[in-house]
């Protein structure tokens, strides 16, 4: 797999345990909150280990937050 798929591929995973950890969060299921995040720890991990950009998937106000 090249690094292009790679970060692909990465960035669909992240996008769906963002969802995933919403959809958690809305059922106020907390097993699966605490499930999510660990999901989306080692998720970004992985990106920042292997340089891959995860700006564009950030919340709006994440965004904001770390600009300042």
């Known amino acids: ?4 798929q790679f970060a692909t ?3 669909r995973r992240v ?3 963002q969802q995933a950890f919403s959809e958690a ?3 106020e299921d907390f ?3 605490n499930i999510r995040t660990g999901e ?3 998720l970004m991990r992985m990106a920042v280990e292997n340089g ?6 950030r919340e709006p106000e994440h ?3 770390a600009e300042a």
């Open 63 to 65: 965004r904001l937050s």
């Open 52 to 57: 891959v950009d995860l700006e564009e998937l």
């Open 40 to 42: 989306l720890n080692s």
């Open 25 to 27: 969060e809305g059922d």
């Open 9 to 11: 591929d990465l960035r």
């Open 31 to 33: 097993y699966e909150v």
């Open 1 to 4: 797999m090249d690094n292009s």
């Open 15 to 17: 996008r769906e345990a």
